[in-house]
């Protein structure tokens, strides 16, 4: 039996800066606020978080949650990239998402509950391929949420977030 993303640990490494680093360096801690950093580093100036759009949230977002589902799987075991891709497509998918955010409801903030609907309500000019609607905008949703905490600095809240999900997505699938 495949061993499920859920059996890894997230390691934060050292908190401490090494001496030799310039200001382009960043530690553990400036990882939760990674959109912060990236911010700082091109000389961008912050955005109100209620004026993305949610699609735009989701277009963040998705690629959020993707980089970590990729860098679980990948960490998981050194296999070829299509190997890589097939397992990644078992988490990355509208299905999945969507058993996901059903899970995890439950622990949302009153505020994350709002973006997840506002993005799960956006109208989207894309459609599923072989994925139901509901499920798809679900998972549209679930990326609004996962950009939306991505850009307010709490990578450390989507972490938290997903790692509970798979979990119970992997239970549920045997793994």
Known sequence: MEKGLNDNNIDSGNDTRDESCDSACINSSDIADLAGVIRDSFGLKKIDMRTYSP??????G???????????????????ANTLNK???HYVNAAA???IIDSIM???SEEEAAVYHRGRNAKSYTSAKN?????YRKATGLEALCGYLYLAG???RVLELVQYGVKLLDSKDGK
């Not at 699609?55 to 963040?60: G, T």
């Not at 998705?62 to 050194?78: A, C, K």
């Not at 994925?131 to 499920?135: A, G, K, N, P, W």
């Open 62 to 80: 998705d690629s959020v949650y993707e980089i970590i589902i990729r860098s679980l799987v990948t960490e998981q075991s050194n296999r070829p």
């Open 154 to 156: 709490r990578l450390d």
């Open 55 to 60: 699609l735009a949230l989701a277009f963040i």
């Open 97 to 99: 998402q969507a058993f």
């Open 87 to 89: 397992a990644k497509v």
């Open 106 to 108: 439950d622990r949302l």
């Open 131 to 135: 994925q139901s609607v509901i499920d």
